[in-house]
């Protein structure tokens, strides 16, 4: 039996606000605002969360010097299309020239990399 289950995933930023908008723009789901802290419930019960970080520097990607710790998969029908709508909501490609691949590589506008995979 497991100690625990997975609650929430949180992601330090300069403005949840904004950044819940963001992820709510792609994902869709709710968003429930306290204040600092933003909730973004998610249609299939998943969560995400958004954390007010002060003195917040995003990751750098691709650095061996400065881990990006983690990064979201969202899987999506179209990567054509979605590219598109991504990078209108503000996200900024990182490494998509290889359009032969399922996946490309974003950075959401406070600079956490996710990828589009193909689904």
Known sequence: MPLAKLDVVVLDCPDPHALAR?????????????GEWVDLK???GQALAFQAAPGYVPPK????????Q??????????D???KEVLALGAKPLD??????????YA???GHPFCLCAG
Not at 61 to 68: A, G
Not at 96 to 105: G, K, M, P
């Open 22 to 34: 963001f992820y709510a723009d792609v994902l869709g789901g709710t968003v429930e605002d306290q």
């Open 42 to 44: 998610l249609p299939d």
């Open 61 to 68: 990607w691709p650095s061996p010097d400065h881990s990006q």
């Open 70 to 79: 983690f990064h979201l998969d969202l899987t999506v029908p179209d990567l």
């Open 81 to 83: 299309a979605a590219e």
């Open 96 to 105: 998509v020239e290889d359009r032969s691949r399922t996946f490309r590589v």
């Open 108 to 110: 959401d506008p406070a």
